[in-house]
């Protein structure tokens, strides 16, 4: 289980995971955002073997992508159409680390 929390300007404040201790916000970024269909995502760490999931904001995972690599992750163009317009957060992790941001859906 997974906790968020966000200030009233709708800013991720905190992200609690069980499975890793360290988050860092701010090194995993969505273009474009907000969007309406289609987005990627970028990370200048290479995580090697890594997973990207979606949430909603009651941090219930809707959408989960395996890479093995992160040249994989780089190129992949990610199809977010059959989401309601709203506000996510993206976790990008590996075994050590984990990446959090935002993405708007309009």
């Not at 916000?25 to 269909?37: C, D, I, M, R, V």
């Not at 990627?40 to 290479?46: A, K, N």
């Not at 995972?61 to 780089?74: S, V």
Request: proline share 3%; no cysteine.
């Amino acid at each position: 289980m997974s906790a968020y929390v966000i200030s009233k300007s709708n800013e991720l404040l905190y992200l609690n995971t069980q499975d890793q201790e360290e988050v860092q916000f701010g090194e995993l970024t969505a273009y474009p955002n907000p969007s309406s269909q289609f987005v990627r995502f970028t990370s200048p760490q290479e995580l090697g073997r890594s997973v990207l999931t979606i949430h909603d904001i009651s941090g219930s995972t809707l959408k989960t992508y395996f890479f093995d690599n992160t040249e994989m992750f780089r190129n992949t163009t990610f199809n977010l159409e059959e989401l309601a317009k709203g506000s996510y957060f993206v976790k990008y992790a590996n075994s050590q680390h984990t990446y959090v941001t935002k993405l708007a859906l309009r």
